[in-house]
């Protein structure tokens, strides 16, 4: 899944191969339309630390370089908890020694609603981030072309097919999402089936915790 305007897309595989997208403005109700789906993988920062940043943004980082502004630090917790981006920002500097883009706290509603759904007791869902796995499925090299670029959609599109994950050009109601939300989403789903499988690596290995036990890490 992937988060996009209006709410989330999904895009579903069966046995590694594509069987269906959705969307949906709410996550919990987009999850509730899935219940065979065995692990969901899902484009957004799931685990918030107390302190400090994340082991996994930064391994990340290493593989999507030298286009490092494909991933955002995450700071913690109570930089999300703050009610607007003023005070987050403010927070964010006092607590890690650096502001807060305003378009990383544009992810602060959706952020709270995917961790909220995954504390709440949805374990099936686990972080993924796009880039890093375009770059898995082309053997470590990160996608040179910008995600909204024709060329940057037409590699990536090609990289799945190659996967087996060929996206009709017809894809319902879901149709209507930006392509490249429709394209991380399928990266997402390719993660989530080795998730499955047992073949993924997560980021780092093993992972970070929160403070209630669950994991942080990005997976591939």
């Known amino acids: 899944m992937d988060a996009c305007p209006g709410g989330w897309v999904a895009v579903v595989l069966r046995d590694g191969r594509y069987a269906g997208a959705d ?17 969901v993988a899902v484009d957004m920062p799931l685990g918030l630390l107390e302190s400090g940043r994340r082991r996994a943004d930064e391994l990340a980082l290493g593989l999507v370089a030298p286009h490092r502004s494909r991933v955002f630090p995450v700071p913690p917790r109570q930089v999300w908890e703050e009610s607007g ?55 470590g090299r990160p996608v040179a072309w910008r995600k909204k670029s024709w060329n940057g959609q037409a590699q990536r599109r090609r990289l799945l097919g190659e996967r087996g994950i060929t996206l009709p050009d017809d894809l319902g109601p879901a149709g209507r999402v930006p392509p490249d939300d429709v394209l991380d989403a399928a990266a997402a789903a390719w993660s989530a089936h080795r998730i499955a499988l047992g073949t993924a690596v997560s980021l780092p290995d093993p992972p970070q915790t929160t403070r209630d036990g669950l994991p942080v890490a990005i997976w591939y």
């Open 85 to 139: 981006y003023e005070a987050a920002n403010e927070r964010c500097r006092r607590l890690t020694g650096s502001g807060l883009s305003r378009q990383s706290w544009g992810l602060a509603l959706k952020l709270r609603e995917a961790n909220a759904c995954r504390e709440g007791g949805e374990r099936r869902l686990y972080e993924v981030h796009p880039e890093v796995s375009f770059a898995a499925l082309a053997g």
């Open 23 to 39: 969307a949906d403005p709410a996550l919990a109700a987009l999850l509730a339309r899935l219940p065979e789906a065995a692990v």
